[in-house]
């Protein structure tokens, strides 16, 4: 780990006040720099903004059902459509993968487009249970990064459309830790700051996500793991929220690490980038070794009697326009590289576009049968974990109070 030089314990009260100085000023200096570098963020009305819409070759259906993440949608890309198109788009929201595929499960027949991530792209593929995508009803796929026709758990793109991606990495606020963190076990330099950071830790809450980041940082393969790893990485997770005090959390860690209740986090880029937008204190990394990356695309069930349409919205959020207000609002990467002129600066330079070298690129793949178990693990974690102790709020200022007052009786 590399210092952040937050946490010195020897200078003298002079010195640690010369010392405080200075970083306040080079902070100040570059908090300007970066505000001057990125500017406000760009107005957008999708009416007047949008140079030529889309025109239907067949009648829209009068209603479009939709299973997504929750917060990608800006309403005023929802409205815009509904208004000109006079098609209403009743979306039902999801926390993560495994809650998609049990409301899907349960539902096979309800909705038109889904939002999966790509290791369950990867399993809809092999069920049979998503329609090939008509690239000729959604020609503005030709926006779509080109890298992403390479994705290997849907080469050539045949059965799904990228609409964002993200890298899992670790969120934390600068002014509370000692080191920067780099590994997934959320564990603090030392003795005294695991203590202070007791019961202000989060996983994010998503089987396959967390436990994958947990064997990596175990040595193991997540795209390979055995019953018996998953199950040894599942004993360790148990025994560090008792030691730890650890959250699990997933559309709410946002909001929990802008009030401060959580001070580090695995956590997605995109997630990082609404944190930190709120928390200047906020910050983002990526590990040390291979980066996980997740693409979450939409997919149209074989059961919709709506697949036009879903086609045809589909292509209407892939104009570089919109979808570079659907990155405004949701702040998460979009897959459209021709909407950066439409992103704010300052998304395009934050931890939103965060993007590791190929080569250290991991994406997960559907595991088949073992997949349950990592659900089955994961909920073992959450039931067997006792709730996180009370915090300890004051001790961070008792402990600097302490180290103040041995400096002034030296």
């Not at 780990?1 to 009260?13: H, V, Y």
């Not at 100040?28 to 903004?49: D, I, M, N, S, V």
């Not at 609002?329 to 590791?356: H, W």
């Amino acid at each position: 780990m590399s210092s952040l030089g937050l946490a010195s314990r020897g200078p003298t009260l002079v010195r640690r006040c010369l010392l405080a100085a200075l970083s306040a000023f080079a902070l100040l200096a570059l908090t300007a720099c970066y505000k001057e570098a990125t500017g406000p963020r760009p107005p957008f009305e999708h009416q007047e903004h949008i140079s030529e819409y889309p025109v239907p070759k067949e009648p829209l259906t009068p209603v479009l059902k939709v299973l997504i993440w929750r917060d990608y949608l800006d309403p005023r890309v929802i409205a815009a459509f509904e208004s000109r198109y006079q098609t209403k788009i009743e979306a039902t929201y999801f926390e993560n993968n495994a809650e998609l595929k049990q409301i899907f499960a349960a539902q096979p027949n309800e909705f038109d487009l889904l939002m999966p991530s790509d290791y369950v792209v990867e399993l809809f593929i092999k069920e049979k249970s998503i329609a090939p995508i008509r690239k000729e009803n959604i020609p503005n796929m030709g926006h779509i990064d080109q890298s992403l026709f390479r994705v290997p758990y849907d080469p050539e793109l045949g059965y799904s459309v990228p609409m964002f991606w993200s890298c899992l990495g670790i969120s934390f606020n600068f002014r509370k830790l000692q080191h920067i963190p780099r590994n997934f076990s959320l564990r603090g330099s030392n003795v005294e700051e695991n203590l202070m950071l007791h019961g202000y830790r989060a996983l994010i809450d998503e089987p396959r996500v967390a436990l994958s980041a947990a064997l990596m940082d175990d040595g193991g393969d997540p795209n390979a793991p055995t019953p018996e790893a998953l199950a040894a990485t599942a004993d360790r997770l148990i025994k560090d929220t008792h030691e730890l005090g650890i959250h699990f959390l997933a559309s709410t860690l946002p909001a929990r690490m802008i009030d401060n209740e959580i001070e580090v986090a695995v956590n997605w880029s995109g997630a990082a980038a609404v944190a930190a937008q709120k928390n200047s204190a906020i910050r983002f990394v990526l590990p040390q070794g291979k980066k996980f990356m997740s693409i979450d695309s939409f997919v149209i069930p074989r059961s919709s009697s709506r697949r036009y349409t879903a086609e045809f919205f589909l292509n209407y959020l892939l104009i570089p326009e919109v979808a570079g207000a659907l990155t405004n609002y949701s702040l998460y990467a979009n897959s459209n590289p021709d909407s950066a002129p439409f992103i704010s600066r300052e998304i395009l330079l934050g931890p939103a576009y965060m993007e590791p070298p190929q080569t250290q690129r991991i994406f997960l793949i559907d595991l088949g049968p073992i997949e349950a178990e990592f659900e089955r693990q994961w909920n073992r974690v959450k039931q067997a974990a006792p709730p996180p102790k009370a915090k300890i709020p004051s001790l961070l200022k008792w402990k600097e109070k302490q180290v103040i007052e041995s400096d002034v009786t030296r």
